[in-house]
């Protein structure tokens, strides 16, 4: 093979091989910290449970029946996923706004509202995640604020709501920037013709800008949702125990209840899911772009 | 068909005003071309007459409404942009039909005018082609059906031949010029591009820094300017310095640092004044040393000639006559003259335009 490559390839070959030099670093790190490690998930999701060990190096299926036949495993992951589509549908609506205005904003104040929109990125996730407890907790500062105006207390934590106040607010940057890159693209011209053709700035926006701007929409929604749904540290603090998603119960099944095997399954599980999820959302969506792209 | 009619109009940014006090009407089924320089506040104009900048004084009026402060889907002002603007999620028919939608008009109508106009810019059978699918030819036709196929009330074309090669550009002024009469509709035409302006426009209105400087017709911005930028800025031109010594009727006599030139010039420049003469190239006719005594009115100077260009069809030359600059003089290639050879260089006092003031 490799003989045959160099004949039909000579004139290729150098520059192929130089381009192929460049990626071998990311490649490399990629395969090292990620495809292996994934690998060996995969592995142990086949091993045998065991109370002495980890793991028994004996394969079994056993691990995936247990969690296809239990409806719990079903019902975390049906709220995982809700979760992340919320997370993902809310963002999208707070984000679009603010990536019209940057992207159309004077060049000179771009950079500016830029580091503005990154800078919820620049606080690392616990403190930030501390940070929301001290204004949503029952005795926290909005609750207090309520109740100082006469009104009653609202449950903001230890519940969905708070673990989506907090997995929101994170995402935005995410999505704003994929968002940003997109309407850029689109030549405000676009949305004049079609003002001066009649269209309201309504009309303009979902004719126009909004479906030119879709594959910005498909990578900030992808990206915010896959974040969403294996995020762990602000739906653990910020919903309590009444939160229960899939990264949760993978790390509770692994540390607290010991099983390796049965995490392990669960998580390659929730990552099939995941990809086909996303595989299907990419493929409607490359549908409706396919004359854009 | 309406007219338009902009009233004092000024559009400041900070304190740069890009357009200053500009009065213009158009009327009904006229094709102005409005001219000027790149940043010359032609777009910002355009802009204004279609709702996309708010003046900051001054009213726009298409017909007899004021449409100052209306938005721009309530001005139905077809406009063509210099890159097309044409939806590249939308297919041609798509595109064109858009505006038709937004009117609420009903698709079987729609269907047959979509197919009408496609028809008449000569785009038939290519309905179903995306915008990059086309040629800059065919986008252009693209977006020209989709603003008239509205039937708007004036078309606003900024610069819409400047992104085509120069073959395909010619041939669309003339394509331009005839869709205009055929709808007689009252169209502004931005460009930058005087050859284009005088080709296609029944009059041309030059506007230079923001400041009106001229409305008039082709012929008369040419040879006639108000203006030494407006001068200066059309077409080549030799200015000469110089000052009023004598009048009678639209005749004058300069005197300048060649001599004194006689010329015609317009009725508010009088004797005393500071005028600049302006002479294009190809009113300078070149001739040998030796030639019989010139004609009465009929300007002579002896030059040698510094530099020659072929340029095809006529010769460029520079001649030397004493001036700061040498004059440039574009004549048939029969009598041809070599560097440095010395020449005369005459001219009729019709043919030399002296303007008001010095230059600026």
């Not at chain 1, 002495?52 to 299926?61: F, G």
């Not at chain 1, 926290?140 to 604020?145: A, C, E, F, K, P």
Request: aromatic share 8%; charged share 20%; proline share 5%.
């Amino acid at each position: 093979m490799p003989a045959a490559i160099e004949v039909v390839g000579v004139r290729t070959a150098p520059r192929a091989s130089g381009q192929a030099l460049l990626i071998a670093p990311a490649l490399c790190l990629m395969l090292i910290f990620f495809v292996l490690p994934y690998v060996n998930l995969l592995l142990i999701s086949f091993f045998t449970q065991s109370h002495q060990a980890p793991y028994v190096r004996v394969l079994t299926v056993a691990n995936y029946e247990r969690l296809a036949r239990d409806p719990f495993t079903w019902g975390v992951v049906w709220r995982t996923l809700w979760l992340g589509a919320i997370t993902t549908v809310i963002s999208l609506v707070l984000s679009y706004p603010v990536a019209y205005h940057l992207a159309r904003a004077p060049r000179r104040w771009k950079g500016l509202l830029m580091i503005l929109v990154v800078s919820p990125l620049l606080v690392g996730v616990l403190i930030r995640t501390y940070g929301w407890i001290i204004l949503l907790q029952d005795t926290g500062l909005i609750n207090q604020m309520l109740q100082g105006l006469g009104m009653k207390r609202l449950p903001l934590m230890y519940n969905q709501t708070g673990a989506l106040i907090g997995l929101v607010h994170v995402f935005i940057p995410f999505m704003v920037l994929s968002l940003t890159g997109s309407i850029q693209g689109i030549d405000p011209e676009l949305e004049m013709e079609a003002r001066s053709l009649g269209a309201g700035a309504w009309r303009t926006f979902w004719r126009v800008t909004f479906p030119l701007s879709l594959p910005g929409v498909a990578a900030g929604t992808i990206l915010v949702f896959v974040l969403a749904i294996s995020s762990y540290v602000i739906p653990s603090l910020l919903g309590g125990f009444t939160v229960l998603t899939v990264p949760i119960l993978v790390v509770r099944t692994i540390t607290e209840l010991f099983n390796w095997p049965g995490g392990s399954a669960f998580a390659i599980l929730f990552f099939a899911i995941t990809l086909a999820l996303v595989w299907l959302y990419l493929r409607v969506l490359s549908r409706i772009t396919r004359p854009v792209v | 068909m309406a007219e338009i009619s902009l009233r004092g109009l000024t559009k400041r940014f900070g304190n740069a005003a890009a357009v200053h006090d500009l009065t213009l009407t158009l009327a009904s089924g006229e094709l102005v071309a409005l001219l000027g320089p790149s940043g010359c506040g032609k777009t910002t104009t355009l802009r204004m007459i279609a709702g996309f900048e708010t003046p900051t004084q001054g009213r726009v009026l298409l017909g007899d409404r004021d449409v100052t402060e209306a938005p721009p889907e309530k001005r139905s002002c077809g406009m063509v942009f210099q890159n097309y603007a044409l939806f590249p999620h939308l297919t041609v028919r798509q595109n064109v039909a858009f505006g038709l939608e937004m009117q609420g008009v009903r698709r079987d109508v729609i269907d047959r005018r979509v197919i009408e106009i496609l028809e008449k810019v000569g785009l038939g059978g290519l309905n179903k082609r995306y915008p990059r699918q086309l040629s800059g030819g065919q986008q252009q036709r693209t977006a020209l059906a989709r603003a008239l196929v509205i039937n708007p009330s004036v078309l606003l074309l900024d610069e819409p031949l400047a992104n085509l090669d120069a073959k395909l550009r010619e041939e669309m002024r003339f394509f331009i010029r005839s869709l205009v009469r055929e709808f007689h509709i009252t169209t502004l035409y931005v460009t930058h591009d005087q050859a284009e302006a005088l080709v296609l426009a029944d009059r041309v209105a030059v506007l230079i820094d923001g400041v009106l400087q001229q409305f008039d017709t082709p012929e008369a911005v040419y040879r006639r300017p108000r203006t030494v930028r407006v001068a200066a800025f059309i077409g080549l031109t030799n200015l000469i310095p110089g000052r009023v010594t004598a009048r009678s009727g639209d005749r004058l006599v300069l005197e300048t640092s060649i001599g004194p030139l006689r010329a015609s010039g317009p009725a508010d420049l009088r004797e005393g004044m500071e005028a600049m003469l302006s002479i294009r190239p190809e009113n300078l006719e070149l001739g040998g040393r030796d030639l019989a005594a010139p004609r009465d009115g009929v300007n002579r100077l002896r030059g040698v000639v510094r530099e020659r260009t072929y340029l095809g069809s006529l010769f460029d030359y520079r001649v030397d006559v004493g001036g700061d600059s040498p004059l440039r003089v574009q004549g048939g290639v029969n009598a041809v003259h070599q560097v440095d050879d010395e020449v005369t260089l005459s001219f009729d006092a019709a043919a030399g335009w002296a303007l008001p003031g010095g230059w600026g």
